[in-house]
Each structure stands twice: as C-alpha cells, then as structure tokens.
C-alpha cells in the first residue's frame, strides 16, 4: 500500500512536469522573420521557423551587403528551454554550420545570437516578425504611410521629399532631395528600416542598390522631423517635413 507521502510527492512532480511541458508549447517562435530594415546590420537574415511543443524546425538564410556572400538555404532544428531557442543550422548536404540561440526580445522582435565563430552567420541579429506575429501593429502609435516634403520651409538648402508605406514595424519607399541651385538631384532614392517607438530607423541606397545614408524620422509638434545619423554630403542633415 503506498505512503500518503508517496502520492503526494507524486502528484507534486507530475504538475510541476505538466507545467513545464505547457509553458514550451507554445508557438513563440512560429512565423517568418527578417532582419530587413535594421540599418545596424551588416545583411538580411531571414527565418521561417515551425514550433511543435518544445521542438523548432524550419529554415534560414543570410546575405552579406559587405562581401555579397550568401549562406544558400539552411535547415535550422532545435529545442525550447525556458523561453529560449536554441538552434543548428545544417547546410544542404546535412553538415553543421553554426548554433545559436533566439529569443523574445519584446513583441515583434527576436534576438539572435550565435554561439559558434562562422563567418557564415551575423554574430548577432534582430528578426523582425512578417506579419505572422501577434501585436504587429502596436508598435508605434504613430504611422509614417504618407508622403512628406519640407516644401515651404524658406531656410532649407534644397528639398527633401518622401513617399512612404509603413505595415507593422518595417517601413518602406521613396525619397529624393534636390537643391535650390540645381547643382544637385539625388534621383529616387529607396528607402527601407523599421519602427521602434515613435521614432523610424531607415537607410537610403540609390539605383544601384548602394546605402548612401542612414537617418530617423520622428514626430515634431504636428509634424514629422528627420535627421541623418550619417555624414553624407547627399542629403540634408536635418529637416522639418510637412504633409
């Protein structure tokens, strides 16, 4: 005949284990993931990952804007443990390239962190969920979709122009700045970074795809203001835009 303590103690670890089974059965890290729009990075690292209780499957890919390297389609497999990931990324033929771990940094956004030294993979990378994740939209209380110019302003040097589309955090479009002595016209510049706030993080390249300039964009009063983080002699350094 088994013990009052017996069943106790039984039933005490059956629910802890019944806790920590339900606590890693969520989809945390279900969706499609980009690095796309952080202008910190030194390429676009993408995710589509698949969780199954505590068991992550999907893929990856990553492609260097410095030396044009691409890693080509990874299978990445893994394990949740406490709100973490932690992730091997095989190549096509099945060999390990890498581990790292992924995690929630807050409700649209995941860390990545690499746990080996492959020149293959950033070190460290924000994801960025692509529509599939929950909250999206609550980013910033402030969209950028419209279009801006600081046309009126009488103490600018030339004017800056933008046309922009903002869904969830990534934001995207056009720009052009051109000077009031024509000496210069930058031509359609494209623009792309995401929102964290109220403030959009963005980098410009122009027809050729190079990255020209980085900036923000960010409420003023009752409009919007931006200013370069960079020092390109292309663009403004700073201006008020009005819708």
């Known amino acids: 005949m088994m013990s009052k303590g017996f069943i106790v103690t039984t039933a005490i670890l059956s629910s802890i284990f019944t806790s920590n089974v339900t606590a890693q059965s969520g989809k945390l890290f279900s969706g499609k993931f980009s690095s796309e729009g952080d202008v910190t990075a030194s390429g676009i690292m993408t995710m589509e990952l698949s969780q199954t209780d505590a068991k992550i499957e999907g893929v990856s890919n990553y492609q260097s804007t410095t030396d044009d390297s691409d890693s080509g389609m990874l299978s990445v497999n893994g394990y949740v443990k406490n709100n973490i990931g932690y992730i091997r990324f095989r190549d096509q033929r099945g060999n390990a390239v890498a581990d790292g771990n ?129 020092s390109s002699n292309i663009l403004p350094i700073e201006a008020i835009l009005y819708r």
Not at 126 to 146: C, D, E, I, M, Q
Request: charged share 15%; aromatic share 10%.
């Open 102 to 230: 992924i995690s929630i940094k807050d409700a649209t956004t995941l860390y990545f962190k690499q746990t080996t030294a492959t020149s293959l993979l950033p070190s460290v990378a924000y994801l960025y969920g692509k529509g599939s994740y929950p909250n999206t939209a609550s980013v910033s209380k402030k969209s950028y979709t419209g279009s801006y110019s600081n046309e009126g302003d009488t103490t600018a040097k030339g004017i800056i122009s933008f046309q922009m589309t903002q869904s969830g955090s990534k934001i995207e479009g056009t720009a052009n700045y051109k000077t009031n002595n024509d000496q210069l016209d930058t031509g359609i510049l494209s623009v792309n970074g995401y929102v964290k706030g109220d403030t959009a993080y963005i980098r410009f390249r122009d027809q050729k795809g190079q990255t020209i300039a980085d900036g923000i964009l960010f409420p003023s009063g009752s409009n919007t203001g931006f200013k370069q983080t960079t």
